[in-house]
């Protein structure tokens, strides 16, 4: 195996941890272990918010100009770094080539559109109820040291989308990325943010009981931000609420794709895939559950079938494919099992259900299809998180609007048409963060992403992914300190 990068990155340089335990990683797409990185634990996790805090107090008053520049070359950086990034990606996390390309570029303009928007505004100025002698101020301050907890399905973007406003804000940060995901991560802030002030940017590896625990109960770390699933979510809550942490927690979906009557079924059909198995379904806005109208049932059924059976699957570090490997063994068995309780609940697999023909090595899952489901089952309820297309029939919009929102979860929903009353009326009416008409997964930096109810109330990108790091204060401000006749005595 190749243990390098093997240590953690701690106060600008690469250290030892304290425990020789270490977290083995995987290529999915072989299941053959590639490296391997420090299980940290509590005294490695102290070491890098001391550094963190320690940095704070000069990145903090650094300039909102002089922070973006440097923002700017780590986005350089990473442009320069692409190839291996993405070779990197592709042997770590699974997604086929055009996909981690994709998610290497938005990485660095993540960074680049931050590194602008923190120039821009530090708070404002209110009217003062006496304006020539009082001025009141609205102003924007970083909290301290932020601690990020990433997925794997984006490792860098995740990351991006909480380093990069976080930064710009004045704050530092200590990340724990998936043990999934660890060499990546490790590789992109070495590379590319090592010009920062030391301490500014510092990563701790290992699981999510051990140095993520660890992460969430230190009383040095004001905000967490992290990507996960609802459990994971509010274990963090539970474990925060004491200490009046600030979460910035984006959580578990179950996104509805939705296609109205006077939709093409051919071009749905063609939005449906990419929407469904993009990253092979592993991703947090994936449509996981479709709604067609019962006219159209049988025919959307007959071409995602056809779609999905033209999916070209393999190991991604080959040419000409589509889709790669679930993260995971754990993963795959998940899908598996959500497609056998729909079948024992009389849905039927039209396409897939199983492991490809000739990718026994690895964690690949084909493409599938389900029809007959209802939300009596979990492929329909809980995120199924895999290449699983389960398709439902409504006989008029309204049930439509009401299987989507029958749901705990609310990060994202899709509708395919073209009627304009139809489309104001569905995103009135859904109880999710994003809706897309017609454009599934298409996110926009300057847009505001981010769930409603057991999804979360965090926001990335836009104006309010900076807000989630920048505490409010304010100020009021008397020019004169000449004793006031409204004080005592009446």
């Known amino acids: 195996m190749d243990h390098t990068p093997s240590g953690l990155w701690i106060d600008g340089r690469a250290v030892a941890a304290s425990t020789d335990q270490r977290v083995v990683v995987d290529n999915p797409a072989t299941g053959a272990p590639m490296g391997s990185v420090p299980a940290a634990g509590k005294a490695d996790v102290d070491r890098a918010v001391v550094a963190a805090r320690r940095a704070f107090d000069g990145w903090r008053w650094t300039s909102a100009n002089e922070r973006a520049e440097l923002l700017h070359e780590a986005a350089g950086r990473t442009i320069a770094a692409a190839p291996r990034l993405v070779d990197a990606l592709i042997r770590e996390q699974g997604k086929a080539r055009p996909e981690q390309e994709e998610e290497v570029e938005w990485a660095a303009t993540t960074l680049r559109y931050y590194a602008e928007l923190a120039r821009n505004n530090r708070g404002r100025v209110l009217p003062s109820g006496e304006p020539r002698t009082q001025l009141n101020l609205v102003l924007k301050e970083p909290y301290g040291v932020v601690g990020a907890i990433i997925p794997w399905n984006f490792p860098l973007l995740l990351l991006a989308w909480k380093l990069a406003p976080a930064l710009a804000a004045g704050n530092t940060l200590v990340i724990k990325p998936s043990e999934l995901t660890p060499l990546v991560t490790l590789q992109w802030i070495r590379s590319c943010f090592d010009h920062l002030p030391d301490g500014v940017v510092n990563v701790v590896t290992g699981t999510g009981a051990g140095a993520g625990e660890a992460l969430v109960r230190h009383p040095d770390v004001p905000v967490i931000a992290m990507t996960g699933s609802v459990a994971t979510g509010q274990r963090i809550a539970t474990v925060a609420a004491p200490m009046m942490k600030h979460l910035h927690l984006e959580l578990g979906g179950k996104d509805a794709f939705v296609i109205a009557p006077d939709a093409s079924i051919d071009d749905s059909v063609e ?46 570090a080959g040419e000409g494919i589509d889709m790669g490997p679930m993260a995971a063994q754990r993963f795959r068995d998940k899908v598996a099992a959500h497609i056998g309780d729909a079948k024992a609940r009389g849905a039927t697999v039209v396409t897939g259900g199983t492991v490809p ?9 084909a493409p599938t299809v389900l029809s007959g489901v209802d939300h009596g089952m979990a492929v329909m309820t809980d995120e199924t998180f895999g290449p699983v297309i389960p398709i439902m029939a409504y006989d008029h919009i309204d049930e439509a609007i009401a299987y989507v929102n029958d749901s705990p979860m609310g990060l994202g929903a899709t509708l395919r048409s073209s009627d304009p009353a139809l489309i ?10 994003t809706v897309w008409i017609n454009d599934p997964l298409t996110d926009n930096y300057a847009g505001p992403f981010g769930g409603m109810k057991l999804t979360g109330g965090g926001r990335e990108l836009g104006e309010e992914g900076l807000e989630s790091f920048l505490q409010t204060k304010h100020v009021h401000w008397d020019l004169s300190p000449d004793v006031k006749d409204y004080w005592y005595p009446y």
């Open 357 to 365: 023909k000739g990718l026994d090595d690895g964690y690949f899952y």
């Open 271 to 316: 939005a449906l895939a990419y929407a469904a198995l993009f990253n092979a379904g592993q991703v947090c806005t994936s449509a996981e559950r479709v709604y067609v109208p019962s006219a159209m049932h049988d025919a959307v059924v007959e071409a995602a079938a056809a779609r999905a059976d033209a999916i070209r699957v393999g190991d991604p």
């Open 424 to 433: 104001k009326r569905f995103f009135d009416e859904v109880t999710v963060g």
